[in-house]
């Protein structure tokens, strides 16, 4: 890996279909995860919490996400009971997977009618929560110990929830949080995936990236960012996230949804797709080359988008079943030296929910295993006004047994992998281990300049 040098070149696209039929989870898959829930929480009751924004937990066990309104699975030994408001009784019907559906009209919005159903506290006495029964709780995270001083658990869930539980159960210390069970990036049952969720996620993460990719080749000067936005072909794919645009001055804010701003030549600028699964993000300049930068923008290919892209790479060839969380961060840091530092975590676990926990932080003894999915997400810490650098992508780690699964039952899938390691490989000199498993319709591939989007950074001998 020694004598490379990172050179903007001309870089071939990958001309790769996309699957239009989304993998599909069996039913007998949502009750061995149910299952193993049971079995990793010694308690009586598992009480699984969701909402529209905290939905992938829910998703996880039975396919069911609430789309206005609250939701709750109760779990116990040969039991499987979702709790669904008015408007999620006839969606759960549709779209849930081997539990029995009961209405509760106090999960629904305010003013719709109460007059049908149970109330929270009825529906546990009638699902059979008694006195004395022990309960664990998911909710949507989980609390560091030294961010609580409460002798009472921290739960993440909503407040009406657990008091009617540790009501039912005539005590507080026998409701106990149970998300790490599901959401710890070390032992947590979604943090690695069997065959078919990581085909639906690549079905998404690939999806995404080309949502992006149509964004970054068609935006030109005098058009509003409603207008970029509107290139990326939005297809009804369930969003993880908001549909991020940014330009100009307010590049820097990322996050934001576009506007009717209309980008100009030499415009900073960054946007983001996320679906269920996977999320792709691009950002840089709006110009065709050096020739276009304004003054505050000069040195930003030496300074920001080289360094940036070495981090990137370093990431991938970095990247294997084994290696600490703590040795991925290190190389980031190492390759970013002297230029800028990671905002947040470079790299960590993604599901149904953009983030799920990570791994990738300083010191971390927690390693990479077969079955993780993950984003590549290095933010810089900060950057001059005009500047911007993005390559977000989502690869899946998988060992041997794992992609031979994977090329049996999704050969398709196994065939557009292949030939993203080899673009990775022949058209960008990143060298990857034979486990990393890259999602996206380009991965890795960064072009700084978006008005000439042919060339991209590259290694070169």
Request: hydrophobic share 45%.
């Amino acid at each position: 890996m020694t004598n490379r040098s990172i050179v903007l070149s001309s870089v071939q696209r990958l001309q790769l279909e996309l699957s239009v039929a989304l993998p599909r989870i069996s039913a007998s898959e949502y009750e061995q995860r149910r299952a193993a829930l049971l079995q990793a929480v010694s308690v009586d009751w598992v009480a699984v919490y969701g909402d529209r924004e905290h939905f992938a937990n829910l998703a996880f066990l039975c396919g069911f996400d609430p789309r206005f309104e609250e939701a709750l699975l109760l779990l116990a030994e040969g039991r499987a009971i979702l709790a669904v408001g008015n408007e999620g009784a006839i969606y759960a019907e549709f779209t849930a997977r081997g539990v029995e559906i009961v209405l509760c009209p106090s999960l629904s919005l305010m003013g719709q009618s109460r007059k049908l159903g149970y109330t929270v506290p009825d529906f546990l006495r009638s699902a059979g929560v008694v006195e004395g029964d022990r309960v664990g709780i998911v909710g949507w995270k989980t609390f560091e110990p030294e961010e609580w001083e409460s002798s009472t658990p921290a739960i993440a869930a909503p407040a009406f929830l657990v008091d009617a539980l540790r009501e039912a159960v005539g005590s507080s210390n026998l409701v106990t949080d149970a998300t790490r069970m599901l959401m710890d990036s070390a032992s947590g049952l979604r943090a690695v995936s069997g065959p078919d969720q990581l085909a639906a996620f690549e079905w998404a993460a690939a999806r995404a990236s080309a949502c992006v990719e149509r964004v970054t080749t068609s935006v030109r000067p005098g058009m509003t960012e409603h207008e970029a936005v509107a290139a990326m072909g939005y297809a009804g794919e369930p969003l993880s996230a908001h549909i991020m645009f940014a330009s100009g001055p307010e590049v820097a804010i990322g996050l934001r949804s576009p506007t009717e701003r209309t980008i100009e030549l030499g415009d900073a600028v960054t946007t983001a797709v996320g679906f269920w699964g996977g999320l792709c993000a691009r950002a840089g300049l709006l110009a065709h080359g050096p020739e276009d930068l304004r003054a505050e923008s000069e040195g930003y290919l030496e300074r920001m988008a080289f360094p940036y892209w070495r981090a990137i790479a370093t990431w991938y060839e970095t990247m294997r079943i084994g290696v600490r969380g703590g040795e991925i961060q290190a190389a980031v840091e190492e390759a970013l030296a002297g230029a800028f530092s990671p905002a947040l975590n470079p790299g960590h676990l993604i599901h149904l929910d953009e983030w799920l926990d990570s791994a990738i932080r300083p010191d971390s003894t927690e390693t990479i295993a077969s079955g993780m999915a993950l984003q590549c997400d290095i933010i810089p810490d900060s950057t001059r006004p005009g500047w911007a650098a993005n390559c977000e992508d989502t690869v899946a780690i998988a060992d041997q047994a794992l992609r031979r699964d994977l090329a049996r039952r999704h050969p398709e899938l196994w065939a557009r992998i292949s030939a993203r390691r080899r673009f990775m490989e022949e058209q960008l000199g990143i060298a990857l281990a034979d486990e990393v498993l890259p999602f996206s319709s380009a991965p890795a591939r960064f072009s700084p300049f978006w008005l000439d989007s042919e060339r991209a950074l590259a290694y070169r001998s």
